[in-house]
């Protein structure tokens, strides 16, 4: 397309859709009419994309996830599409400006944190690697929950992100499926063995597929993503009594977490991760039996995903479909369902390992409970005799009264990957050790890895610039090029170009900081910014007992030597997370003492910016100097911030845990800050339980002094908060180690300091890391999930337009 057949279509579009000329219209319905423009530009491409993949036969894989954060589409899908410039500068043309259109654009927020966004790089990869792969999921009508902050607390507004029409999906009423849920079931015996199930009482209700392209990077592959969205059917309508009663049904994908601290909320989320499983799994069998594959070789035709365990009843249900309305025997269908599913693990907390009690899972999907209670029942045939009675009852999925996800999905799957390396053995050997012992051929790792196009391309311009100054643009295609950058990290003018990159990049960030809060910034600062869902194990309380540390230093000696520091922290905190709240609100206490203190506000700052979200992500991190990563080692699977920040040349402040373990091994110890216990010192502190946090408060001045600001009004207005944090360090006895790592962190951020004031040394080690990202792009990951674990085949893209 050229700029002048788009302004002409563009003209003419605006017109038919709304009866507008440019200058009548408002951004909404430029963006409007810009989104239609694109996806009826895609279109014809979904239809081939389709059509190849149906016509050859071609095995695909579908990755179940109960949540997507693609955050904004606009850019994106012009980058992808290679009319970015095009229309940017069409649109420039005709007075509009894209930026301003694409602000207008509501960030899909269908996701908590770095899964939901893992699940999004992995779709625009998939495509990108032209690679037969979709997404299956939920299309909540209200997203995660916005964030403002009120007096220093969290509050919690509903995000309601459909008010204006989203351009990118599109409405498959063709493809709905119904799903049963509650009700009884009885069986009768069939000839074959099998059982015939009658229903009695059951919940019909429509699940209607929302589908948005996600398309490749120059190829012509567009993939899906299928979002379901619950329905009354109209032949149901008469079971509701009430207009209450109808709501609470059609309340089934309102949002993405019910309040899960009463029974009904569980109730709702059990349904949710149901729903979207049956839906996702039928319309692919129907998919399937329209091409006429006999269900005994459906393995050969796609892959199913159970991203984390909350899509695990993916193994249950399709036995359920096999058995019962294909009439497989159970052995084929077994054997058809463990080859198809495959299953990560994202976490080592125990919290996070879902289990349902047994009656819970009998009132919502009691014909999924017998299927379950079945394979735990075969499971526990086979293993007897063969295994001590301790590992039986460790790795079967019913014990204790409760339905253990993880355990299904295990036994269900015929591989079980983490996300690092390290995570990936503390799986073998701590946290799945027993399942280990019985399946050692299904563990592999895969590193989690991000969606360079986005995280690059989109959201640094200027670095990009620098880039293909340096080393041409062949970057662009092919990331593993930034490792050219290392034949100039003697270059002085390289050197300063990516040093006025950033800076560029931290004037842009400090200019919204100031239009939205007020806040003046020193661009010449170091910005160091920890930008995460607020968690206990992530560690914000740890960064804050440093920053008082700083202040009570300056307040004693304002001539310290110290480069000027800006502290950001952005995230959520679960609304029901009490601890991650309080954090929140110290935070923000301690910003505003700093920030209004003179005696220390010209070197030492603290923003707290509300509503992290994917698209805030996009313009704080490449503003970025430091990139804090500062959990308590073993506790985060892998993270994916960390490999943004070194993409976007920040230098990272780490303990050894997660992905940091190979960042760390790909730029070498001079190129990063380590600090802290190791997972196996963490562990052994686990084993020997030594652990004494109160020894240590009460041992060390400078770390009682920094935790005493909590209680002792330094910080104000946290009687409370301050009191009870104080509490889970002191009396508690620290379950994050914060006080055990503090010395530690305290003296790295002193090293970080000291490289700082050598602004050479700094953009060397900032290049080396940028050079070294491409280690971690999701386009890689991709390829490894495809080969070792779906048995997918990338699609040759018919040429690129
Ligand atoms: C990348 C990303 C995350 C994940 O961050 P971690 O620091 O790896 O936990 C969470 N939320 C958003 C919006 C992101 O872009």
Not at 365 to 384: A, C, L, S
Not at 559 to 583: C, D, I, T, W
Not at 584 to 591: F, L
Not at 674 to 684: A, S
């Given at each position: 397309?050229?700029?002048e057949n788009?302004?002409?279509?563009?003209i003419q579009?605006?017109?038919?859709?709304y009866a507008?000329d440019?200058?009548?219209?408002?951004?909404?319905?430029?963006?409007n009419?810009?989104?239609?423009?694109?996806?009826?530009?895609y279109?014809?491409?979904?239809v081939e994309?389709?059509?190849?993949?149906?016509?050859?036969?071609?095995?695909?894989?579908?990755?179940?996830?109960i949540?997507?954060?693609?955050?904004?589409?606009l850019?994106?899908?012009?980058l992808?599409?290679?009319l970015?410039?095009t229309v940017?500068?069409?649109?420039?043309?005709?007075?509009?400006?894209?930026?301003?259109?694409a602000?207008v654009?509501k960030?899909m927020?269908?996701?908590?944190?770095?899964?939901?966004?893992?699940a999004?790089c992995?779709m625009?990869?998939?495509?990108?690697g032209?690679?037969?792969?979709?997404g299956?999921?939920i299309?909540?009508?209200?997203?995660?929950?916005?964030?403002?902050i009120?007096?220093?607390y969290?509050?919690?507004?509903?995000?309601?992100?459909?008010?204006?029409?989203?351009?990118?999906?599109v409405?498959?009423?063709s493809?709905?499926?119904?799903v049963?849920?509650?009700?009884?079931?009885?069986?009768?015996?069939?000839?074959?063995?099998?059982?015939k199930?009658?229903y009695?009482?059951a919940?019909?209700?429509?699940?209607v597929?929302?589908d948005?392209?996600?398309?490749?990077?120059h190829?012509?592959?567009?993939?899906?993503?299928?979002l379901?969205s619950?329905e009354?059917?109209?032949?149901?309508?008469?079971?509701?009594?009430?207009l209450?009663e109808?709501?609470q049904?059609?309340?089934?994908t309102s949002?993405?977490?019910?309040?899960d601290?009463?029974?009904?909320?569980?109730?709702?989320?059990?349904?949710?991760?149901?729903?979207f499983?049956?839906?996702?799994l039928?319309?692919?069998?129907?998919?399937?039996?329209?091409?006429?594959i006999?269900?005994?070789?459906?393995h050969?035709?796609i892959?199913?995903?159970?991203?984390?365990?909350h899509?695990?009843?993916?193994?249950a249900?399709?036995?359920?479909?096999l058995?019962?309305?294909?009439d497989?025997?159970w052995?084929?269908?077994?054997?058809?369902?463990?080859k198809?599913?495959?299953?990560?693990n994202?976490?080592?907390?125990?919290?996070?390992?879902?289990?349902?009690?047994?009656?819970?899972?009998?009132q919502v999907?009691?014909?999924i409970?017998q299927?379950?209670?079945?394979?735990d029942?075969r499971?526990?045939?086979?293993?007897?005799?063969?295994?001590?009675?301790?590992?039986?009852?460790?790795?079967?999925?019913?014990?204790?009264?409760?339905?253990?996800?993880?355990?299904?999905?295990?036994?269900?799957?015929h591989?079980?990957?983490?996300?690092?390396k390290?995570?990936?053995?503390?799986?073998k050997?701590?946290?799945?050790?027993?399942?280990?012992?019985l399946?050692?051929e299904k563990?592999?790792?895969k590193?989690?890895g991000?969606d360079?196009?986005?995280w690059l391309?989109?959201?640094?311009?200027?670095?990009?610039?620098v880039l293909d100054?340096?080393?041409?643009?062949?970057?662009?295609?092919?990331?593993?090029?930034?490792?050219?950058?290392?034949?100039?990290?003697?270059?002085?003018?390289?050197?300063?170009?990516?040093?006025?990159a950033?800076?560029?990049?931290?004037?842009?960030l400090?200019?919204w900081?100031?239009?939205?809060?007020?806040i003046?910034?020193n661009?010449?600062?170091?910005?160091?910014?920890h930008i995460?869902?607020?968690?206990?194990?992530?560690?914000?309380?740890l960064?804050?007992?440093?920053?008082?540390?700083?202040?009570?230093?300056?307040?004693?000696n304002?001539e310290l030597e110290?480069?000027?520091?800006?502290?950001m922290?952005?995230?959520?905190?679960a609304?029901?997370?009490?601890?991650?709240?309080m954090n929140?609100?110290?935070?923000?206490?301690?910003?505003?003492?700093?920030?209004?203190?003179?005696?220390?506000?010209?070197k030492?700052?603290?923003?707290?910016?509300?509503?992290?979200?994917?698209?805030?992500?996009?313009?704080?991190?490449?503003?970025?100097?430091?990139?804090?990563q500062?959990?308590?080692?073993?506790?985060?699977?892998?993270?994916?911030?960390?490999?943004?920040?070194m993409?976007n040349?920040?230098?990272?402040?780490?303990?050894?845990d997660?992905?940091?373990v190979?960042i760390?091994?790909?730029?070498?110890?001079?190129n990063?800050f380590?600090?802290?216990?190791?997972e196996?010192?963490?562990y052994?502190?686990?084993?020997?339980?030594?652990?004494?946090?109160?020894?240590?408060?009460?041992n060390?001045q400078?770390?009682?002094?920094v935790?005493?600001?909590l209680?002792?009004g330094?910080?104000?207005?946290?009687?409370?908060?301050g009191?009870?944090l104080?509490?889970?360090?002191?009396?508690?006895?620290?379950e994050?180690?914060?006080?055990r790592?503090?010395?530690s962190y305290?003296?790295?951020q002193?090293?970080l300091d000291?490289?700082?004031?050598?602004?050479?040394?700094?953009q060397?080690m900032?290049?080396?890391?940028?050079a070294?990202?491409?280690h971690?792009?999701?386009?890689?990951?991709?390829?490894?999930?495809?080969?070792?674990?779906?048995h997918?085949q990338?699609?040759?893209?018919k040429?690129?337009?």
């Amino acid at each position: 397309m050229t700029k002048e057949n788009f302004e002409e279509l563009f003209i003419q579009k605006l017109r038919e859709y709304y009866a507008l000329d440019i200058s009548e219209a408002g951004d909404a319905e430029l963006l409007n009419t810009l989104g239609r423009i694109i996806t009826s530009y895609y279109n014809a491409n979904v239809v081939e994309t389709n059509k190849v993949y149906a016509g050859h036969h071609v095995k695909q894989a579908y990755y179940f996830s109960i949540e997507f954060l693609p955050g904004k589409m606009l850019k994106n899908n012009l980058l992808k599409l290679g009319l970015l410039d095009t229309v940017s500068s069409a649109l420039a043309e005709m007075g509009i400006d894209i930026e301003k259109l694409a602000n207008v654009e509501k960030d899909m927020a269908l996701g908590n944190g770095g899964l939901g966004r893992l699940a999004s790089c992995f779709m625009e990869s998939l495509a990108a690697g032209s690679f037969p792969g979709h997404g299956n999921g939920i299309r909540y009508s209200y997203g995660l929950f916005k964030q403002r902050i009120v007096d220093g607390y969290q509050v919690e507004i509903p995000d309601d992100w459909l008010k204006n029409p989203n351009v990118w999906e599109v409405r498959k009423e063709s493809r709905a499926e119904n799903v049963r849920l509650g009700g009884n079931v009885y069986l009768v015996p069939l000839p074959n063995g099998n059982f015939k199930p009658v229903y009695e009482n059951a919940q019909i209700l429509r699940a209607v597929p929302y589908d948005t392209g996600m398309i490749g990077y120059h190829n012509n592959t567009v993939n899906n993503m299928r979002l379901w969205s619950v329905e009354i059917p109209a032949s149901e309508e008469w079971r509701y009594d009430s207009l209450q009663e109808k709501r609470q049904f059609e309340d089934l994908t309102s949002v993405l977490y019910p309040d899960d601290s009463n029974e009904y909320g569980r109730l709702v989320r059990l349904a949710q991760e149901y729903f979207f499983v049956s839906a996702g799994l039928q319309s692919i069998i129907n998919f399937q039996k329209k091409n006429h594959i006999p269900m005994e070789a459906l393995h050969h035709q796609i892959a199913v995903h159970i991203n984390d365990t909350h899509p695990a009843m993916a193994v249950a249900e399709l036995m359920r479909i096999l058995i019962d309305e294909e009439d497989l025997s159970w052995d084929t269908a077994w054997h058809v369902t463990t080859k198809v599913m495959s299953y990560t693990n994202h976490t080592i907390m125990q919290e996070a390992l879902e289990t349902w009690p047994i009656g819970m899972v009998q009132q919502v999907v009691p014909r999924i409970y017998q299927i379950i209670e079945e394979i735990d029942r075969r499971f526990v045939e086979e293993m007897t005799g063969k295994h001590p009675h301790y590992l039986i009852e460790n790795t079967r999925i019913i014990a204790h009264e409760r339905v253990r996800m993880a355990n299904l999905a295990i036994i269900g799957s015929h591989s079980v990957n983490g996300v690092a390396k390290l995570h990936s053995e503390l799986l073998k050997n701590v946290v799945l050790h027993d399942f280990y012992t019985l399946y050692p051929e299904k563990f592999n790792n895969k590193t989690n890895g991000i969606d360079v196009r986005r995280w690059l391309h989109l959201s640094n311009p200027a670095l990009g610039e620098v880039l293909d100054q340096a080393i041409g643009s062949g970057w662009r295609d092919d990331i593993h090029q930034l490792r050219q950058l290392e034949n100039f990290i003697e270059d002085d003018q390289v050197l300063n170009a990516l040093a006025a990159a950033k800076l560029t990049n931290k004037k842009h960030l400090a200019q919204w900081i100031f239009e939205k809060q007020g806040i003046e910034l020193n661009p010449e600062a170091i910005f160091d910014v920890h930008i995460k869902r607020f968690h206990g194990y992530k560690r914000q309380l740890l960064n804050l007992l440093h920053i008082m540390k700083l202040y009570l230093e300056l307040k004693e000696n304002p001539e310290l030597e110290m480069h000027p520091r800006v502290f950001m922290f952005a995230g959520k905190a679960a609304p029901s997370y009490q601890f991650a709240k309080m954090n929140i609100k110290c935070i923000n206490e301690a910003a505003r003492l700093i920030n209004n203190d003179p005696d220390v506000n010209q070197k030492l700052k603290v923003i707290f910016i509300e509503d992290y979200n994917v698209t805030k992500a996009q313009s704080i991190i490449p503003a970025a100097d430091v990139s804090e990563q500062i959990s308590l080692a073993s506790k985060e699977a892998s993270g994916t911030s960390n490999m943004k920040f070194m993409l976007n040349g920040a230098l990272t402040m780490a303990t050894l845990d997660g992905a940091n373990v190979e960042i760390r091994d790909e730029v070498g110890d001079e190129n990063i800050f380590i600090f802290g216990l190791t997972e196996k010192e963490v562990y052994e502190y686990y084993h020997n339980g030594t652990y004494n946090s109160r020894e240590l408060y009460q041992n060390n001045q400078m770390i009682r002094r920094v935790v005493d600001t909590l209680i002792d009004g330094t910080i104000p207005n946290v009687q409370i908060e301050g009191g009870e944090l104080y509490k889970t360090l002191v009396d508690y006895n620290d379950e994050y180690f914060v006080l055990r790592d503090f010395e530690s962190y305290a003296a790295a951020q002193k090293r970080l300091d000291l490289d700082y004031g050598d602004q050479r040394l700094w953009q060397q080690m900032s290049l080396i890391n940028i050079a070294h990202a491409g280690h971690f792009s999701a386009d890689d990951t991709i390829k490894q999930y495809a080969d070792d674990i779906w048995h997918i085949q990338a699609i040759d893209p018919k040429g690129s337009r």
